[in-house]
């Protein structure tokens, strides 16, 4: 069975706890990095990771965007919202759909 894990600094991540996902709390790039890619080596189907980090980490969300799993979803972090991951998403269904209609 898949799993689902959550990456990215203390405070954007603990709260996940309560809903069952994994939380991965790292205080740098390069531990992000390091834990992105065990996750993926592992049985990891979704990994969400906070847009302040995904900023540093091009080109591996780069590596991962083609690939069935994981699927790495950016979210906003304790900072808020960079607009990242809206992007991300808008890009994905227009590729998906052939039109913007978000």
Request: aromatic content about 6%.
């Amino acid at each position: 069975m898949y799993k689902i894990a959550v990456l990215g600094d203390k405070d954007s991540v603990l709260g996940f706890k309560a809903l069952g996902l994994d939380t991965f709390p790292v205080e740098s790039v390069d531990e992000a990095k390091k834990t992105l890619h065990e996750l993926a080596r592992g049985n990891y189907a979704v990994v969400y990771l906070t847009e302040q980090l995904g900023v540093y980490m091009e080109a591996e969300l780069a590596r991962y965007k083609d690939e069935l799993t994981p699927a790495i979803i950016l979210i906003p972090g304790k900072e808020g919202s960079l607009g990242i991951g809206m992007a991300n998403v808008k890009r994905a269904v227009e590729r998906a759909v052939g039109a913007d209609i978000l």
